[in-house]
């Protein structure tokens, strides 16, 4: 069994940044380090108005780090920022362990994360896009073969091999997953041929969106209270309570700052938010810093191109909300507790109203002996009433239903 490694965390506070924000990101850097199972030892801050060419800090808080690594026998160093390869290089130098940039940190909790092909070869491509420049400063890093944060993904002894050999590796990837991406644009054309309704769920990573996901569609996928504990896009179908089943996808948690290797990487895997007829934007509503939160996901949509895609901002946790909490969110809104079942039953019928939205509304005479038609438009369609015409021994229906569906032509049928 591998030890625990014994981590100090370093964060350079820029003068512009305010405190309460520069503490949140310090937290955060605390709860990614416990994700990739580091023991965090000691914390060192240093306030500054730019950083250091060099060695990122000032060289005084070099020396006071050294002497902090041999004090706590610290076996990792992690920055609160993303590293040149030079001060990479010069940090490894002076402090003679392993160091590492918050980057690195999120890019290793996606590798342990990663559990289908395409999420592993796109963890695995990002890695590589983020270490070929950097590779002459991490000799001392990826020769220490016992692994350990940083090191997981595309094998340590690899990693030391020449330049050519990581370009042939990227672009065999990229071959791979171009394949996977063009398998799942013909699956997400079949659903969209069908009309099926597509909901995608957002947010900051822990807001909770893997429990909403399993409660809503009663799917076993992992949940715990750990950042990024769900790394690859899940889809399932789910009914809403007119009973038309439309399908649910669970996405990848955003982060502050993601870094921009995996924002590419994972593009193809979050059109499935762009293609949404909803996006349902879920906020920890118990976290104090969860306007941020909400900005970051924005900005990521933003980044993705998504636009004119309706949402509902679903407030979860609410039986941990903060005492003055008040929503934020410009889109219609609703608070819930993932864990209450008449939470979940209202956030279903939120659902069915905001998707009525979208599209338009129907009513026919369907004679009794077209019970087929009756089931499909129960099964496609949201429907809000049918009632028995005793005179004309038909059924009065009335409903809502995707513009472009193929069953407008049937209820135009019956209304002709």
Do not use: C, W
Request: proline letters at 4%.
């Amino acid at each position: 069994m591998q030890d625990v490694e014994r981590v100090i965390l370093v964060g350079l506070h820029l003068s512009p940044v305010k405190e309460e924000r520069f503490h949140y990101s310090m937290e955060e850097l605390r709860s990614l380090t416990h994700t990739a199972g580091g023991t965090v030892v000691s914390t060192v801050v240093q306030k500054r108005d730019r950083k250091e060419a060099s060695t990122f800090i000032g060289k005084g808080k070099v020396h006071e780090l050294q002497v902090l690594v041999d004090e706590q026998e610290a076996t990792t160093v992690i920055f609160n920022d993303e590293l040149t390869p030079s001060q990479l290089r010069n940090l490894a130098n002076e402090l003679q362990v392993k160091v590492i940039d918050r980057t690195q940190l999120i890019l290793d909790i996606f590798a342990k994360r990663a559990q289908s092909r395409e999420g592993k070869l796109q963890v695995e491509l990002a890695q590589l896009e983020y270490l070929l420049p950097r590779l002459a400063g991490q000799g001392l890093n990826l020769s220490r073969q016992g692994g350990g944060i940083g090191t997981r993904g595309p094998g340590e002894t690899q990693l030391e091999t020449d330049r050519r050999h990581i370009r042939n590796r990227i672009d065999d990837i990229k071959r791979q997953l171009s394949s996977i991406v063009s398998h799942r644009e013909r699956y997400r054309e079949r659903r969209k041929r069908n009309q099926v309704p597509q909901l995608a769920l957002v947010g900051y990573t822990n807001a909770g969106k893997s429990t909403l996901f399993n409660r809503l569609t009663k799917a076993g996928t992992f949940e715990e209270n750990l950042l990024f504990a769900t790394l690859d896009p899940l889809t399932r179908k789910m009914k809403i309570p007119s009973g038309l089943e439309v399908i649910l996808t669970d996405t990848v948690g955003f982060i502050q700052d993601l870094p921009t290797t995996l924002v590419a990487a994972f593009r193809s895997t979050l059109e499935e938010v762009k293609e949404a007829d909803l996006i349902l934007h879920i906020v920890d509503s118990s976290n104090p810093d969860f306007e941020a939160h909400e900005k970051t996901v924005y900005e990521l949509l933003g980044e993705l191109d998504v636009k004119n895609v309706p949402m509902l901002t679903v407030y979860n946790k609410k039986d941990q909300q903060l005492v003055d909490f008040v929503p934020t969110s410009k889109t219609p809104s609703i608070q819930i507790s993932a864990f209450q079942e008449t939470d979940i039953e209202l956030l279903k019928q939120t659902i069915e109203k905001q998707l009525k939205e979208s599209m338009v509304p129907y009513s026919l005479l369907l004679p009794v002996t077209e019970g087929k038609v009756m089931a499909q438009l129960k099964n496609e369609s949201i429907v809000v009433e049918v009632l028995f015409d005793e005179q004309e021994q038909k059924y009065r229906m009335k409903g809502y239903m995707a513009k472009q569906h193929p069953l407008q032509s049937v209820v135009k049928n019956y209304n002709d």
